[in-house]
T-cell receptor
Framework: GQQLNQSPQSMFIQEGEDVSMNCTSSSIFNTWLWYKQDPGEGPVLLIALYKAGELTSNGRLTAQFGITRKDSFLNISASIPSDVGIYFCAGRNQAGTALIFGKGTTLSVSS | DADVTQTPRNRITKTGKRIMLECSQTKGHDRMYWYRQDPGLGLQLIYYSFDVKDINKGEISDGYSVSRQAQAKFSLSLESAIPNQTALYFC????????????FGPGTRLTVL
């Protein structure tokens, strides 16, 4: 089946550092979504992207829908301890289909 | 109150037992989903339903079945649980609109001994 390649698999950073993670697909997507999962919780939507080239921010988070429609990245600036969690990208290749999820990036932040 | 609720939150059972996980939503969404999460594998889609009369298999439907009893309720059953079905299970809903954003429940941790 279709897969998303999400990288890196894990990151260990110091508080205050910037973080970048990305997802790539072998096929074109119409929608890219970024979710965060806190320990013991379900994933929560951070940012949704619907157009190629779209750049969207949510506080310290910025995500972009790649021009080729086959990739997306998420940046977190000035990380803080509560940024700890698993970040998932997800994509949809056509209307009416279910989301495809990446395997997640586990972020650890040390103060 | 949470928009998407799952019961039970934790369950330990034995091999061969029948298990039902339940999901309820108050968001008024037509679409509901069941995912399984294993460490390092992300979220894998088990089944999804776009309305009460609609059931679709996802990536890993073998060994599972579902029932969409009403718009607000979508249950997942393991007819004869096996140890490799030990995982975290999430229910999600979406409205099917242009964005079709999915909203997740808090998860059910299932352990099959």
């Amino acid at each position: 089946g279709q897969q998303l390649n999400q990288s890196p698999q894990s990151m260990f950073i110091q508080e205050g550092e910037d973080v970048s993670m990305n997802c790539t697909s072998s096929s074109i997507f119409n929608t890219w979504l970024w979710y965060k999962q806190d320990p013991g919780e379900g994933p929560v939507l951070l940012i949704a992207l619907y157009k190629a080239g779209e750049l969207t921010s949510n506080g310290r988070l910025t995500a972009q829908f790649g021009i080729t429609r086959k990739d997306s990245f998420l940046n977190i600036s000035a990380s803080i301890p509560s940024d700890v969690g698993i970040y998932f990208c997800a994509g949809r290749n056509q209307a009416g289909t279910a989301l495809i999820f990446g395997k997640g990036t586990t972020l650890s932040v040390s103060s | 109150d949470a928009d998407v609720t799952q019961t039970p939150r934790n369950r330990i059972t034995k091999t061969g037992k029948r298990i039902m996980l339940e999901c309820s939503q108050t968001k008024g969404h037509d679409r509901m989903y069941w995912y399984r999460q294993d460490p390092g594998l992300g979220l894998q889609l088990i089944y999804y339903s776009f309305d009460v009369k609609d059931i679709n298999k996802g990536e890993i439907s073998d060994g599972y079945s579902v029932s969409r009893q009403a718009q607000a309720k979508f249950s997942l059953s393991l007819e004869s649980a096996i140890p490799n079905q030990t995982a975290l299970y999430f229910c999600a809903t979406s409205d099917g609109g242009v964005a079709d954003t999915q909203y997740f429940g808090p998860g059910t941790r299932l352990t099959v001994l």
